[in-house]
């Protein structure tokens, strides 16, 4: 099938996946409960979309598209409480984070759906493994050149993303000493990783995906699982490096971030970004998902070292004057609290210590979500 | 030369017990069958072929392993309840007592229509609500089943059970009162010995997690310990003609609720709480003999579709208000089918209070030994179409 034209939209307009947890109050463990809870949710008007994920223990939700911080997150609260109650009704408990800290792979049942039949048959185990938790971000672009560009200009600026977000340290009941685990899992993905290093979207179609389609490999966008890839369909460029964050404002904020990132680097006033920026790529990102904000990390430019927490508040400094024009504000001085208190990984091994049990950060995770700590 | 009938009479429980184990891998290998189901079938035969070998009294250390056995099983299932839902979603309780009320009323009154006693039919009508905790418990256990039949089916247990000792108890107190005339004596058997469990139960449940708090080894320490208690509960419970079943449930539900955070016990306690399992099934249907179960069989028949019907149809009823589609509701009330180890052990525990009601109930021993064998199944069927095992 060969790729979908890209279907130029708003530039700048935003939209939110979160993949969710389901977990037994019975004894915390992660529950294949997914088809039980898209019933109910059916039932009634869902403001927003859900969908099942590849294992039964997972469900998808997306926003609709949004301008603004606030509506994202209005959208965002009346998607989480309608969940939450639902959750509820069935004794599922609903939760954020990049992993379930002790769910054993091998116990996760896949959904039964074609495609996810499918997945499972060519990766095996790692299909299983992949019962991971990440936000997706979309950024509208007005065409396939922008999206492109975006995409390479945004690789310096994807550890902030996954330090802001890491929300995934434990994992199969032990402390991986990583604050985001999660991308360890996504990883081992044949298709994931970087995207090619192609700035006009006429090549990225004709020399690089229909080479690629031919090779057999792959046969749509879907089987690529790049940090940031791009969406024809949607007109977007979608950021998959973050984990699940404990919070539906976490979830917004960082959206905006990327939003007000994205209108910053289309102004051009930065260097423009080539390929020897991924020298460091893989090192950033190591640093980012082991060290979170206490990560030290490379300029691609300079090879200056930096400190993680230190690039990200100058950053968000330098974007607030576009935050405050896309009404984003409040979603940076959230960001900025968490480089001061510390990230949603930091929270779960406090709550490990509070508790002295993973199940105590299973009830957190879950008490956490429903905003009502 | 050392006698060799002694010798096979010391021998005869361990033997059934590696028979049935035997038999269970194996023909569970060949049709997926529970395992439990042969356990069953296999202590029914030993038991039939010598009977001399497997006679038990009150006493005996194997009642006492039984009971410990079901003691495990039952602290598991009220750890795994959760009296927060039953209040927010009050459908998946008012379910529970219509299909455990409308079970009381139906069994009762076939079995009046068949020509039994007043007294009779109401202790068999008390004993057909409930289900086996037992046979639910491992099944879910062994298939590894999440979902809304499997969660609704541990809650319906749990209450159905400690419906079932509540009207068992009073009714027996009754029948006491009928024959002794004395009342002190009546109610010590009902009431009293209600309340006494209970409080016992809750009393280790509050008590044993603030100890492992305290310790800082609640994450470590918890399955040793709370098996460790559960037998010691069934001891007391024993030595004092209190209901081993109240105590163990008390004490799982309170331990549940009594902590901020729990871990998990570990499922089944482990190979132990296995070994354990043979054994309880083994004992359960050795109690029974073949000639009740003829005598028996027609009037079990008919009380077991009846009892299938109600409860399906009641569970069913609450399925689309209570949240689930109808055709997981239809299920859930199908996976209520077991009835037996629970009832032998209720059974075996009034012969303390000198009451032999086994034979009264030739009824009752043959729904128990057709329900230990099938009603496993139906659970395991039920859990199967519900599309809520680890199979795919």
């Keep these: ?373 | 030369m050392p006698d060799f009938l002694v010798i096979s009479a010391e021998l005869a429980w361990p033997l059934a017990v590696l028979l049935a184990w035997l038999a269970g891998e194996f023909i569970h290998r060949w049709t997926r069958l529970p395992r439990i189901s042969v356990y069953g079938l296999v202590g029914f035969l030993c038991a039939q072929a010598f009977p001399d070998l497997f006679t038990t009294e009150g006493s005996s250390p194997v009642t006492l392993l039984a009971n410990v056995a079901f003691g495990l099983i039952l602290f598991e299932l009220g750890y795994r309840v959760n009296l927060h839902w039953l209040r927010i979603n009050p459908w998946v309780p008012v379910s529970g007592l219509v299909e455990t009320f409308a079970t009381f009323g139906v069994v009762y009154l076939i079995a009046h229509l068949w020509g039994l006693p007043s007294m009779t039919s109401l202790l068999l009508a008390s004993l057909a609500m409930s289900t086996s905790p037992a046979g639910v418990l491992r099944v879910i256990n062994e298939q590894r089943s999440s979902g809304q039949v499997t969660e609704r089916v541990l809650h319906l247990v749990a209450m159905n059970c400690v419906l079932a000792v509540l009207v068992f108890k009073v009714i027996v107190g009754f029948w006491v009162f009928q024959t002794s005339g004395s009342l002190t004596q009546a109610i010590s058997h009902s009431l009293i010995e209600l309340v006494a469990s209970a409080l016992l139960g809750a009393i280790f449940g509050t008590v044993v997690p603030a100890v492992l708090r305290h310790l800082g080894t609640l994450a470590r320490d918890g399955t040793v310990a709370f098996a460790l208690v559960v037998v010691i509960l069934v001891a007391i419970t024993h030595a004092a003609d209190l209901s081993p079943v109240l105590a163990t449930l008390a004490f799982g539900l309170t331990a549940r609720h009594r902590r901020v955070a729990f871990t998990r016990t570990v499922r089944n306690f482990g190979a132990i709480g296995e070994l354990m399992t043979v054994l309880l099934f083994v004992f359960a249907v050795s109690t029974l003999s073949w000639d009740n179960v003829l005598l028996g069989g027609g009037l079990a028949i008919v009380l077991l579709l009846a009892r299938l019907l109600v409860k399906t149809v009641s569970v069913a009823a609450f399925a689309h208000v209570g949240g689930i589609p109808w055709r997981k509701g239809i299920l859930t009330g199908v996976a209520l089918s077991p009835m037996s180890v629970f009832v032998v052990l209720l059974l075996e525990q009034t012969k303390y209070a000198g009451i032999v009601l086994v034979d009264e109930l030739a009824a009752v021993a043959a729904m128990t030994l057709f329900m230990e064998v099938i009603g496993p199944i139906f659970t395991q069927r039920a859990l199967i179409l519900a599309r809520e095992t680890a199979q795919e």
């Design chain 1, 1 to 373: 099938m060969p790729l979908e034209p890209f279907n130029g939209g708003t530039p700048l307009t935003m939209g939110v996946e979160l993949e969710l947890q389901l977990v037994s109050f019975s004894d915390y463990d992660l529950t294949a409960s997914s088809p039980d809870l898209l019933h109910l949710l059916a039932r009634k008007p869902f403001p927003g979309n859900v969908t099942p994920e590849i294992t039964e223990s997972m469900i998808e939700i997306n926003s609709d598209v949004h301008t603004k911080h606030s509506e994202l997150l209005a959208q965002l609260h009346q998607v989480r409480d309608t969940l939450v109650t639902a959750g509820e009704q069935l004794n599922i408990g609903i939760a954020g984070g990049g992993t379930h800290p002790f769910q054993k792979w091998v116990e996760r049942r896949i959904f039964e759906k074609p495609r996810f039949k499918q997945v499972s048959q060519l990766y095996g185990y790692l299909a299983k493994q992949f019962t991971v938790f990440g936000q997706h971000v979309h950024i509208g672009c007005a065409n396939g050149d922008d999206a492109l560009f975006l995409l390479h200009s945004l690789s310096r600026y994807l550890p902030h993303f996954i330090a802001l977000s890491a929300s995934s340290p434990f994992v199969q009941g032990g402390d991986t000493l990583f604050n985001s685990a999660r991308l360890n899992s996504v990883f081992a993905f044949p298709m994931s990783g970087r995207a090619p290093f192609l700035l006009s979207w006429d090549e990225f179609e004709h020399s690089y995906f229909a080479k690629m389609e031919h090779t057999g490999v792959i046969k749509s966008m879907k089987d690529f699982y790049w940090d940031i890839r791009p969406k024809p369909e949607y007109g977007t460029i979608e950021l998959r490096v973050c984990d699940t964050p404990l919070t539906v404002e976490r979830a917004a904020a960082l959206a905006c971030y990327l939003q007000a990132l994205c209108a910053y680097l289309l102004e051009r006033k930065e260097e423009p970004p080539a390929e020897d920026d991924y020298l460091v790529y893989n090192y950033n990102r190591f640093q980012a998902c082991r060290f979170g904000l206490d990560g030290t990390v490379v300029h691609p430019k300079t090879y200056e070292s930096l400190s993680l927490r230190e690039d990200i508040l100058t950053t968000l400094r330098k974007m607030d004057p576009y935050a405050e024009k896309l009404g984003g504000t409040a979603a940076l001085n959230h960001l900025m609290q968490v480089t001061h208190m510390g990230s949603d990984a930091q929270y779960l091994r406090d709550q490990f210590n509070v508790s002295g049990s993973v199940e105590g950060i299973v009830d957190a995770a879950v008490r956490r979500f429903r905003g009502r700590m």
